[in-house]
């Protein structure tokens, strides 16, 4: 069973800066892509970031140059530094693992994290 932990979420103001942490626990072999998607009332969850082990990253368009994906493979976790934030940032923001094993590999999810930025 391999569970992921999103930290970091809360309310700040228009401009203001958050950091969201995510840690994959449990039995792990290996993970491939580690990333962030983010879901906002009335919309679809959408893809804000992802990193490959190799540390190649990609952003979406709306938060390209604001925001910051990281990660520490040692410890099967992975950041997202969220700068100059917006009230459209406001959403429930999702990480994810790509968890690969000798059978199959899955994409696990974790429960999500609040984050809300007032104008």
């Known amino acids: 069973q391999v569970q992921l932990m999103e930290s970091g979420g809360g309310l700040v103001q228009a401009g203001g800066s958050l950091r969201l942490s995510c840690e994959a626990s449990?039995?792990?072999?290996?993970?491939?892509?580690m990333g962030w998607y983010r879901q906002s009332p009335g919309k679809q969850r959408a893809l804000v970031a992802d990193?490959?082990?190799?540390?190649?990253?990609s952003y979406a368009d709306s938060v390209e140059g604001r925001f910051t994906i990281s990660r520490a493979n040692g410890r099967n976790m992975v950041y997202l530094q969220m700068s100059s934030l917006k009230p459209e940032d406001t959403a429930v923001y999702y990480c994810?693992?790509?968890?690969?094993?000798?059978?199959?590999?899955?994409?696990?999810w974790g429960r999500g994290t609040q984050v809300t930025v007032t104008s």
């Open positions: 994810y693992a790509d968890l690969i094993r000798a059978a199959s590999n899955s994409r696990n």
């Open positions: 449990g039995t792990i072999f290996s993970i491939g892509a």
């Open positions: 990193i490959i082990p190799g540390g190649s990253t």
